[in-house]
């Protein structure tokens, strides 16, 4: 009843912030006016997903937001955000590009610096993401004022470490829902990849502020700038090296992503078939500026592409085909995201169990990427709406560690 009342209370709350009378909503969703009176007020259910589906959509909000209660918010807030914004903010180092007093930026302040963001490139793509959020204040500090330090002549490879501190600030706050400061990030990344003058960095920031922009909604603004740069970085060179390759592919996924959001069948195969053939010529799975390029990732990116457009049963049978083991063993947020799919796809035939069991499996792999995970989140909340107990007895359970309930 407390959860129901709760939902009603937020229902009517964003009703009223966007100046729309229940008789506007309630027509908008096909409802009566009644009906939804009773369910602001806690007195009924809103009955299905589709309707709440409808509702998050009119509102603004995504179906987490909408169902989710304080105490889920609590659990979910990524508390490193707030000390990063803080480190973006804080321009240290600004005074030497004012006046430089020649303090001696060494080549071992440049290693420590590349140790550093290996590390939170590891724990990012392991899914340590709160570990990962702790130690990007820190390194984002230090890159910054080593870079504001490096002689004229040499502050190069310092931007290029700079654009890569930034590619791996917006690939974390973004896989964590903070996607306005992840945008911001994503910008200095290229930003820096245009002051080292290096083409292929530039192109690999193009590749995270694609995702970056889906995750805001701007799909259609991904697409353009991930085709925009695959264009660029083929024909920039001539040389076929395996990491310019790697990194064109990453792009292609880019687009596939983007494009299968838009619900664009066609383009999401176009872009799948140029990935498929980078990877053959690749010739096997590689991680070449951390974006995991290769023949299970681009399989892995059809799987996805099929459960956004309902295609459960072609995902199935795509996610039944990978073979995870040939990814690298750091890379457990791929492994993850291959049942995290196979659990939405088994929810769309209302094989409920199947997909409780797959998400269990995400969970062992990743606990913290089942907790951060809008989609996943929207998925338990779905099957919480049509629970049966008898069939689903770890439901609740899961739900309740994702923070769902």
Do not use: C
Request: no cysteine.
């Amino acid at each position: 009843m407390e959860a129901r009342k709760g939902l009603g209370e937020r229902i009517a709350r964003e009703r009223r912030r966007r100046g729309m009378s229940q008789l506007v909503l309630s027509g908008l969703i096909g409802r009566s006016e009644s009906w939804l009176s009773q369910v602001e007020r806690g007195q009924r259910r809103a009955d299905s997903h589709s309707v709440l589906t409808i509702l998050a959509e009119i509102l603004g909000l995504t179906v987490d937001e909408l169902t989710a209660s304080e105490t889920a918010d609590t659990m979910k807030r990524y508390r490193a955000a707030e000390k990063i914004r803080q480190a973006m903010m804080g321009y240290d180092g600004l005074a030497t590009v004012i006046y430089n007093d020649r303090t001696e930026t060494t080549r071992e302040n440049l290693e420590w610096l590349r140790r550093g963001l290996q590390t939170v490139n590891d724990l990012y793509q392991a899914t340590k993401y709160e570990e990962a959020g702790r130690r990007l204040p820190g390194l984002i500090v230090a890159t910054e004022i080593a870079s504001r330090n490096a002689p004229p002549g040499g502050r190069r490879p310092f931007q290029a470490l700079r654009a890569m501190t930034y590619h791996a600030t917006a690939a974390t706050l973004s896989r964590v829902g903070e996607a306005e400061l992840a945008w911001t990030a994503a910008d200095r990344s290229l930003a820096a990849a245009e002051e080292a003058d290096n083409p292929i960095l530039a192109a690999v920031s193009a590749y995270r502020l694609g995702y970056v922009l889906i995750r805001l909604g701007e799909s259609d603004k991904a697409l353009q700038i991930a085709e925009q740069a695959t264009e660029a970085l083929t024909r920039s060179s001539e040389r076929a090296d395996p990491q310019r390759l790697s990194v064109t592919g990453g792009l292609h996924l880019v687009a596939v992503t983007a494009a299968a959001t838009q619900l664009d069948r066609a383009t999401v195969d176009t872009h799948l078939a140029h990935a498929r053939d980078l990877a053959h010529l690749v010739g096997g799975d590689r991680n070449d500026f951390w974006t995991a390029f290769g023949p299970t990732n681009v399989t892995i990116h059809g799987l996805t592409a099929a459960v956004t457009f309902a295609d459960a049963k072609q995902a199935i049978n795509e996610g039944e085909s990978v073979d995870v083991s040939r990814l690298s063993p750091g890379l457990l947020g791929r492994r993850a995201q291959v049942h995290l799919d196979l659990a939405r796809a088994y929810a769309i035939l209302r094989k409920d169990a199947a997909a409780v069991n797959m998400l269990l499996e995400a969970e062992r792999i990743s606990p913290e990427l089942i907790r951060y995970d809008r989609r996943t989140s929207d998925l338990l909340t779905q099957l919480i709406q049509r629970e049966h107990q008898v069939s689903t007895p770890e439901l609740r359970g899961l739900a309740h560690r994702a923070g769902v309930i």
